[in-house]
């Protein structure tokens, strides 16, 4: 249990890994609508690198290799693809960029093509033909596949890691809910209760791409502050994320101890080992729980839904997305968008999704018709994942600006400062106000 993360967390038998599908698993029939791909001739003696995240699940690096290795037989063209780790592919992206050097093609993080907009091509008619075939793209990806205020296309949103709470069924009942509480007040009680029977929770205050984001991300939109209003004007210091850090200080006392350092496998690995019994996480945690029979009553017993929600009722839980950018000094620019449309084809992109569990939440509607969504009614609350309106950066453009103070993770060390106590909440949000207009000027 102790060795579950999430960079290898699904193990599948060769049959279904080679098929690219959850045992048993046929692929659906994805709904099409006409359009013309856009005429791209690749180049003569084409090559590609391509940089991506680390995998989750195996299947993820597994079929992405294998579409790869299609595109690569009936082009001519050869592709190299480099997983980097979470924390290492900014760097690596950025140097990239500043050298102008490297990968032509970086399924990066949702914020990075904003950060080098102004080095990458232009992918409105790859996007635009992806839109009309696949029933349209959903909210987030939009927001963050065009350059702000325009309808051009910088990135091509490829999925995103979805962030409901997922907790122990049996223990929840023990402590006294038939059901996880959707309110503020009532979540809080409930992680009291857990805490009270020796069943802590534990979210992930440490500089955390997936975790850590998530975690403070919601605490934050769901209590109504935000980083810049909507002219992009500092305005993370208001009242609503001063009542925002007070709650997150009273959640941090039913926290399970070290999560101040947490990073993106310590609640993978504390929840299978049973040492907490609430938490958010993506898929792969509730697959690699239930394909490995020694934690296979653990998934029996796991359940996953929607977070707290914000003013209105809408859905206030992190996402963490997956964006595919050319490069302008790719030499190949076409063979370079040929092959992310070729990736984004029901054929090749249903069998990444289906392999991958639903992982990677798909950016097209007409995807929502796939399998997994009903291979395991536990899977339901994946799959509006990117139907989410709040974004990094949130009310504002998303923009080189919103990117850095993402990357930066002043949101979530304000959180972590005023949960441990390390700061008032009066403190940490005026050290993240200070902070955030360092980039928005």
């Given at each position: 249990m102790h060795n579950l993360t999430r960079r290898g967390a699904l193990s599948l038998g060769a049959g279904a890994m080679a098929a690219g599908m959850l045992p048993g698993l046929a692929r659906a029939a994805i709904p099409t609508g006409n359009a013309t791909a856009p005429k791209l001739e690749i180049e003569k003696g084409a090559t590609l690198r391509v940089l991506r995240p680390t995998k989750f699940v195996d299947a993820d690096e597994t079929v992405f290799r294998q579409n790869t290795q299609k595109f690569a037989e009936q082009t001519g063209v050869q592709i190299r693809v480099d997983f980097a780790g979470w924390e290492d592919l900014r760097p690596q992206t950025a140097v990239a960029a500043n050298t102008g050097a490297g990968p032509d093609v970086?399924?990066?993080?949702?914020?990075?093509?904003?950060?080098?907009?102004?080095?990458?091509?232009?992918?409105?008619?790859?996007?635009?033909?992806?839109?009309?075939?696949?029933?349209?793209?959903?909210?987030?990806?939009?927001?963050?596949?065009?350059?702000?205020?325009?309808?051009?296309?910088?990135?091509?949103?490829?999925?995103?890691?979805?962030?409901?709470?997922?907790?122990?069924?049996?223990?929840?009942?023990?402590?006294?809910?038939?059901?996880?509480?959707?309110?503020?007040?009532?979540?809080?009680?409930?992680?009291?209760?857990?805490?009270?029977?020796?069943?802590?929770?534990?979210?992930?205050?440490?500089?955390?791409?997936?975790?850590?984001?998530?975690?403070?991300?919601?605490?934050?939109?769901?209590?109504?502050?935000?980083?810049?209003?909507?002219?992009?004007?500092?305005?993370?210091?208001?009242?609503?994320?001063?009542?925002?850090?007070?709650?997150?200080?009273?959640?941090?006392?039913?926290?399970?101890?070290?999560?101040?350092?947490?990073?993106?496998?310590?609640?993978?690995?504390?929840?299978?080992?049973?040492?907490?019994?609430?938490?958010?996480?993506?898929?792969?945690?509730?697959?690699?729980?239930?394909?490995?029979?020694?934690?296979?009553?653990?998934?029996?017993?796991?359940?996953?839904?929607?977070?707290?929600?914000?003013?209105?009722?809408?859905?206030?839980?992190?996402?963490?997305?997956?964006?595919?950018?050319?490069?302008?000094?790719?030499?190949?620019?076409?063979?370079?968008?040929?092959?992310?449309?070729?990736?984004?084809?029901?054929?090749?992109?249903?069998?990444?999704?289906?392999g991958c569990g639903g992982y990677w939440s798909h950016p097209l509607n007409a995807y929502a018709e796939s399998n997994v969504w009903k291979s395991d009614p536990k899977l339901a609350v994946y799959r509006d994942t990117n139907t989410v309106e709040f974004w990094s950066g949130y009310k504002g453009p998303i923009s080189q600006a919103s990117g850095s103070v993402a990357a930066d993770y002043v949101t979530v060390q304000m959180f972590a400062a005023a949960s441990s106590g390390q700061a008032t909440p009066e403190e940490a949000v005026r050290e993240a106000e200070r902070r955030a207009r360092r980039y928005y000027r």
């Open positions: 970086v399924v990066a993080w949702a914020d990075d093509p904003h950060i080098y907009a102004d080095k990458t091509l232009d992918l409105t008619d790859l996007a635009t033909y992806l839109g009309q075939k696949y029933g349209g793209w959903m909210a987030l990806p939009q927001r963050f596949g065009k350059k702000w205020g325009t309808e051009q296309w910088i990135a091509l949103p490829m999925g995103g890691s979805g962030a409901p709470c997922v907790y122990r069924i049996s223990w929840l009942k023990e402590a006294g809910f038939d059901s996880l509480p959707t309110d503020h007040a009532g979540f809080l009680k409930a992680c009291q209760a857990l805490k009270k029977n020796g069943h802590p929770a534990g979210f992930a205050l440490g500089n955390a791409v997936g975790d850590g984001n998530a975690y403070c991300n919601w605490l934050l939109w769901s209590h109504g502050g935000m980083v810049v209003d909507e002219a992009g004007k500092v305005a993370i210091n208001s009242p609503e994320t001063i009542n925002a850090l007070k709650y997150a200080k009273e959640l941090y006392q039913t926290f399970i101890p070290g999560t101040l350092s947490w990073g993106d496998v310590n609640n993978n690995r504390a929840y299978a080992a049973g040492e907490i019994g609430l938490t958010q996480n993506g898929v792969s945690m509730y697959f690699a729980l239930k394909n490995d029979p020694k934690t296979a009553a653990v998934a029996e017993d796991t359940g996953m839904a929607r977070m707290p929600t914000a003013p209105g009722g809408k859905m206030a839980e992190n996402v963490l997305l997956l964006n595919a950018m050319v490069f302008k000094h790719t030499k190949f620019p076409n063979a370079a968008k040929e092959y992310l449309r070729f990736m984004m084809e029901a054929e090749q992109y249903d069998a990444w999704l289906t």
